[in-house]
């Protein structure tokens, strides 16, 4: 499973920077930042729940064994006032996610930078709060 | 329709381009509409002033509760100082609507920026604490200096012994009255419901619902304790007044989501609530705890409208695997160290 991993070493810790963590919860709590993770997966669901979303995804390594992961993500209302919904992320989608191991070395990440294969950001969106319209929802 | 959409969405492309179209859609950072000419505070049926709504603070998110020391006793930003916030506002907003990555994007611990909630528009303030001059809040009593602070989301290396030793905000329990207000990264949404003889405020992050009776009746007694309080209103004019007592003592501070030094069971807090146009209401809570602070001080910060704003629900507890991986990953550093020693010996 560990081959899996892209390891991203030294330079993904030199990148860290002691910003003060607001959200939820401290993050270095959760996650180490000395197990850096880059995995490529297929999403099997998203969690929509508070204090946040949880994106798990099917990981198979170089044999073809398949490892569930739990990729954490923004708090649902944020991502709802950026226009996202329940049914933005189908099963099925391949992402790429970037992010930090938990510390009980569980099969759980920050999501610290996600993408889609084609390099594409997964969470692009007005982030000012406005009403909750779901992608491709008609102009309030 | 429906089948169009779900079409479009089932390839990541797809989903890119309808996010990025609908968040274009949508708005841009703005300036606060100007109220109309001879705007007059209207009145509900029953002739209280009408203040419902849903607002929040959001103008004021990443406004430091304390003012740096380079702003001195200067209470607000100069108009160069607003364009300036205001084009980077805007340059965050475009950051937002960016669908790429960045070739020098930080992988890192803590919270992605597609994480937060952005304010429309610069808060003029320097400080969200306005009284006193320097925009400060008070020393603590020796005595409060030696409560214990419980385990907040900025401490990135906690004690993690038990779910006791973190904040009754990452417990999902409550962030006291001040926290729920006050403006932190997302889920800042006041909704304002008035009745005959009640207003009743519904708040976003952690749920909490603030239930204030008019009528003139006395506070609870002493014995009759609780996170948020026992609240009593009252209009002076058009502004309600909100006089809160009666809270347990060692829970919540004054911080952002009620965070720093826990206030004790002497805490009062007086907050005044005045609608200014459609869609400004000026907001300060006056907060009074003489065995907590050296003085008493002022928080102020503007409370604005956006049309078509909600509030969510936000069920905290049952979700909140931070909780559990925060206790389980300090179990396996604890017994990685201990098998570090043994291996040592």
Redesign the interface.
Known sequence: MKKALLV?GTV?LA???????????????????EK?IKLKGTVTKM?W????A?IHIDVKDENGTVTNW?I???????L?????NK????A????LV???Q?????N?A????I???????L???????????????P?? | MRSFRFALMLTPVGLALLTAASALAQSAPHALPAAPKNWVQTKTPWGDPDIQGTWTSDDCIGTPMNRPANFGDRAYLTEQEMAERMKRLEQQHEGDLKDTVDANQRVGTGPPGNWGERARRPCRQTSLVVDPLNGRTPDLLPEAKTRPVPEGAGNNNPKADSWEDFSWYIRCISRGVTGSILPVIYGNGQQIIQGPGYVTILQEMVHEARVIPLDGRPHESSEVRSYMGDARGHWEGNTLVVETTNFLGGRTGIGLNGGGTPTSDALKLIERFTRISPDEMKYEVTVDDPKTYTRPFKIAFPLTQEAGYQNFEYACHEGNYAMFDSLSGARAKEKAAAAKAAAGK
């Open positions: 991203l993904g990148l860290l920077a002691a910003a003060p963590a607001r959200a939820h919860h401290a993050f270095a709590a959760e996650f180490d930042s850096p969690e729940i508070n204090p946040h949880w739990m954490e993500a923004a708090a649902p209302n944020a709802l006032r950026r226009g996202w049914n933005s992320l189908p099925g989608t391949e992402i970037e992010g930090f938990a510390k009980d070395q569980s759980r920050n999501g610290s930078v993408t889609f294969t084609n390099g594409k950001k969470f692009v969106g007005n982030a000012a709060g406005d009403p909750g319209a779901a992608p491709g929802a102009k309030q």
